[in-house]
């Protein structure tokens, strides 16, 4: 792929799977010693830029980088991280939409490792289980604390969900900034992107329009 091709690649944000891209061998190494190369190369980046590692205030910024990617930012790729998210049967026979709005999410972008942030909406109609709402956030924090393409955040946490609920009657929205559009490249602060992805009962236009109408409209990504 040549120069070209990767700039195309990243400006148009295209995702080449469903699946977060991984490699095989992703978990051999330990937390700490994933810090340590990190803390390492990200060393070397900063040399090259022509900073001065050895002053006070940048000498631990290599360590506190690599700590805040493996620990915080990116800890959403390891599965052994994935919230565990029990659910429960619908005893009281509960059959309308619920709503989980405003989720907060902070991500980053797979192309240029630049912050996504923004919220999710996250519906679905009960069958026979039920979820705890709280589960719902930490399902989406999970899939958001890594290398991200919006469209397929959407869809990681939609089908994650409809597993565990055993149906197809969710629908998850999300709106959100990406920097590497307001602070590189064409530089617009004003624009966000809204993706939606949906089934089962969803499909149905009246259905989403209550969805939709169950969102408040005053969203403030702002805040």
């Not at 080449?16 to 992703?26: F, H, L, N």
């Not at 989980?100 to 109609?125: N, W």
């Not at 209550?210 to 805040?223: H, I, P």
């Amino acid at each position: 792929m040549n120069k070209s091709q990767i700039e195309v690649l990243g400006d148009n944000h295209i995702a080449t799977s469903v699946k977060t891209p991984m490699r095989e061998d992703a978990f051999e190494h330990t937390d700490e010693k994933k810090i340590k190369n990190i803390q390492y190369h990200f060393s070397k980046i900063m040399e090259e830029l022509g900073l001065d590692v050895t002053d006070e205030s940048l000498s631990g910024t290599p360590y506190r980088f690599a700590k805040m990617y493996i620990k915080e930012l990116s800890y959403g790729l390891n599965p052994k991280n994935k919230p565990k998210i029990s659910t429960f049967p619908n005893t009281y026979g509960y059959q309308r939409m619920l709503v989980e709005q405003d989720i907060t999410i902070h991500s980053s972008c797979e192309h240029h490792f630049l912050p996504i942030v923004g919220y999710a909406h996250v519906g679905y109609v009960p069958k026979n289980n039920v979820v705890g709402l709280s589960k719902i956030n930490r399902l989406v924090d999970y899939y958001a604390h890594r290398p991200q393409v919006q469209e397929r955040l959407c869809l990681q946490i939609l089908e994650d969900l409809q597993q565990t609920l055993e149906t197809d009657d969710v629908i998850v929205m999300i709106h959100a900034k990406h920097l590497c559009v307001s602070s590189r490249g064409i530089k617009d602060r004003e624009s966000s992107t809204t993706t939606l992805e949906y089934g089962g009962v969803f499909a149905n236009e009246n259905i989403r329009s209550e969805f939709f109408n169950l969102l408040k409209n005053t969203t403030d990504l702002s805040k």
